[in-house]
């Protein structure tokens, strides 16, 4: 997603825990002279790396262990008037099996990390608690019935 937005803007900090993720992205980035990235995550990412004008998040907040801590750091990365644009799936809003069964079966032998199982509605309340005005949730599923709101929020 880096690779795709950041010949739209002045510069642009991506951002993953994974190493090898970023390493990758390291390799394609000749094209994108305004692209960095750094290991990290939201919560690591120090207050002075910003102000941001915008904070995206895909596939990210449920992972988390601290969600309210994680937002209200994430506000704190963005300007006044900033964005913070996320998708993130919601299990609590998909298959009751997924959650109650194949991901504990799953955690059970290593094969899947911590996972909160939010509704959306949780999520965008959780985010306007934090100090956004939340501009729109979408729904725009890849596959079917997907659970997996966008939120667009404006630091407040």
Do not use: Q, W
């Not at 290991?39 to 120090?46: H, K």
């Not at 506000?75 to 919601?90: D, Q, R, V």
């Not at 199982?117 to 934090?130: F, I, K, M």
Request: glycine fraction near 8%; charged fraction near 20%.
């Amino acid at each position: 997603m880096a690779l795709r937005l950041a010949g739209e803007v002045k510069s642009y900090l991506a951002t993953d825990i994974s190493a090898g993720m970023i390493a990758i992205g390291e390799e394609k980035r000749a094209a994108h002279p305004s692209l960095s990235f750094s290991v990290a995550t939201a919560e690591t990412l120090a207050l002075d790396a910003g102000p941001f004008d915008a904070v995206l998040g895909f596939n990210y907040l449920h992972l988390v262990r601290d969600l309210p801590g994680t937002l209200r750091h994430i506000h704190a990365l963005l300007a006044a008037g900033g964005l913070f644009i996320s998708k993130t799936p919601c299990l609590g809003d998909m298959n009751p099996l997924i959650r109650l069964a194949l991901l504990p079966a799953m955690r059970a032998i290593g094969k899947a990390p911590h996972t909160n199982a939010l509704r959306a509605l949780e999520l965008s309340r959780l985010v306007s608690l934090t100090g956004f005005d939340i501009l729109a949730i979408e729904a725009h599923a890849t596959k079917g019935n997907e659970a997996s709101p966008y939120i667009v929020a404006r630091r407040k």
